[in-house]
């Protein structure tokens, strides 16, 4: 079936640093979202974005988390600044349409800030 | 604002046990309701949907039904196998973006 990528599986990085979270979605969908999921805990919807913009953000989306897909490429997730509490599996996910649609989720990047 | 509750954190069963989730809801308006199944190391993977009260959603043997009157969507199936073993969310799809809130996730634990 259709399949969402993710680069990397694992990420380590120092408290402070940057990192880009990078999602390849299934071609031809529309709508994108990346996902937080604190070990054990539910998953927690981050962010929307659809037509080359943010269509909707939760308060766990920071002013230091910013997403963009260049050109058709990527679907990213940069934060900058890392903080501890970032630590988490970042899912991403995407749609062909919105409302009562599938979503598709990639298989999620392990982020860990040291 | 929208918000999904699971009512078992985990359950344990063997094979050919009945299951039974319990899944209810918050929302104002007429959300869609899912059901969605996360394997060790995976992202979660579509189960099925129901948009409206009293539609029927159902795969591999599992099923619910959307029901309006008491705001639930309770996941069953008649047998389970080890298989099944894996957490399960029950999400609701809100506005236009598609967008899903989840649940907090049901651990299950089939032993043969």
């Known amino acids: 079936g259709p399949k969402v990528l993710q680069i990397p599986s694992h990420q380590i990085i120092d408290m402070g640093q940057m990192v880009t979270l990078n999602c390849d979605p299934v071609s031809n969908h529309l709508y994108f979202y990346w996902y937080k999921q604190i070990l054990g805990q539910q998953m927690e919807f981050l962010v929307n974005?659809?037509?080359?913009?943010?269509?909707?953000k939760s308060k766990l989306f920071k002013d230091q988390f910013s997403v963009e897909r260049p050109d058709g490429s990527y679907f990213t997730l940069k934060i900058q600044p890392t903080a501890l509490e970032d630590s988490a599996v970042y899912f991403c996910?995407?749609?062909?349409?919105?409302?009562?649609?599938?979503?598709?989720f990639g298989k999620g990047t392990r982020l860990t800030v040291v | 604002g929208d918000s999904v509750t699971q009512t078992e954190g985990q359950v344990a069963l063997s094979e050919e046990d009945f299951l039974t989730i319990h899944c209810n809801y918050s929302?104002?308006?007429?959300?869609?309701l899912f059901w969605y199944v996360q394997y060790p190391g995976e992202g979660p993977q579509f189960l099925f949907r129901a948009s409206r009260d009293k539609e029927k959603g159902s795969s591999r043997g599992f099923e619910a039904t959307y029901d309006k009157g008491t705001t639930s969507f309770h996941l069953r199936k008649a047998s389970v196998q080890e298989s099944d073993s894996a957490v399960y969310y029950c999400?609701?799809?809100?506005?236009?973006?598609?967008?899903?809130?989840f649940g907090e996730g049901t651990q299950v634990t089939v032993i043969s």
């Open positions: 929302a104002s308006g007429y959300p869609a």
């Open positions: 996910a995407s749609s062909s349409g919105g409302q009562n649609t599938e979503v598709f």
């Open positions: 974005f659809y037509n080359g913009k943010v269509m909707e």
């Open positions: 999400a609701l799809g809100e506005g236009l973006s598609g967008k899903l809130t």
